[in-house]
C-alpha cells in the first residue's frame, strides 16, 4: 500500500521523504489555509521538486468549465501534478475530459461504492472515499473500501483506491487489511505509527546499558593504566 501524506506544510513532506516511506501527496483548499507566505501554485511546485510520486491539487470550481480551466493549469506545474475534483456530476464531466486529454484525476469526497464506480468509469485515475468523516456518521467506512477495491479487481478498472479522511493508525491497518491500494493520512499519524510505548522504552534502555557499560570499560580500562604505573621497575629494564 502506499502511503501519501495530506498536508501542504512543506517541512512536514520533507520530514517524511527523509524517512524513505513517501509515495506522494495530497493537497485542498483547507490544507493549504493552514500554510502562509506562498501561492497554491508555489506551494504545489515546491511539494513536486520533494517527491516524484503523485501531488494531488484540488479544483475549487463547481462548474465544469471552471474545473478544467484550474485543473489544466495545475497540469502544466509538474508532470506529476494530479487533479483533485469532487464528485459530482460536473465532476464527472470534467474527469472524463482531463481524461481524454491525458491529465491524471482524484476524484475526492466518495462516500459509497456506487460514486467510486462512476468516478472510475468517467476515467479517474484515484478514488477517495473518506473513512473518518464515514465514521463520524456511525457508518463504517471500511466497507466502501473493501467494495471497490473488489469492484475494481472484479472488472479490471485502470484506477486505485486510496484510504482518505484517515484519522488514526488503527484506520491505516485496517486500510492495509482492506487491500487499499494507497492511504493519504496526516503527519500525526505518520508519527504515531512510528513510535509505541515499549519501543520508546526499550530503546532507553538500550542506551542506558550501553552507557553503562561504556562506564564500566573506561574505569576498567583506567585502573589497568594506574596499576602499570604503580607497578615497580624490574632492574635491568
Known sequence: MKIFLDTADIEEIRTVARWGVLDGVTTNPSLFAKTSGSSYEEVLQEITKITSGPVSAEVVAEDVEGM????????????????????????????????????????????????????????????????????????????????????????????????????????????????????????????????HPLTDKGIKQFRADWDKTREALAEQSQQKKQEVAAAPTQPGS
Open 68 to 195: 478544467l480551466n484550474e485543473g489544466r493549469a495545475f497540469a502544466k506545474l509538474a508532470p506529476n501534478i494530479v487533479v483533485k475534483v469532487p464528485m459530482s456530476e460536473e465532476g464527472l464531466e470534467a474527469m472524463s475530459t482531463f481524461a481524454e486529454e491525458g491529465i491524471k484525476t482524484n476524484c475526492t469526497l466518495i462516500f459509497t461504492a456506487n460514486q467510486g464506480l462512476l468516478a472510475a468509469k468517467a476515467g479517474a485515475s484515484l478514488l477517495s472515499p473518506f473513512v473518518g468523516r464515514l465514521d463520524d456518521i456511525n457508518q463504517d467506512g471500511m466497507i466502501v473500501i473493501r467494495e471497490l477495491v473488489e469492484i475494481v479487481a472484479i472488472h479490471e478498472l485502470e484506477t486505485e483506491v486510496l484510504a482518505a479522511s484517515i484519522r488514526t493508525p488503527v484506520h491505516m491497518t485496517q486500510a492495509a487489511l482492506a487491500g487499499a491500494h494507497v492511504a493519504t493520512l496526516p503527519f500525526k499519524v505518520l508519527q504515531q505509527m512510528v513510535h
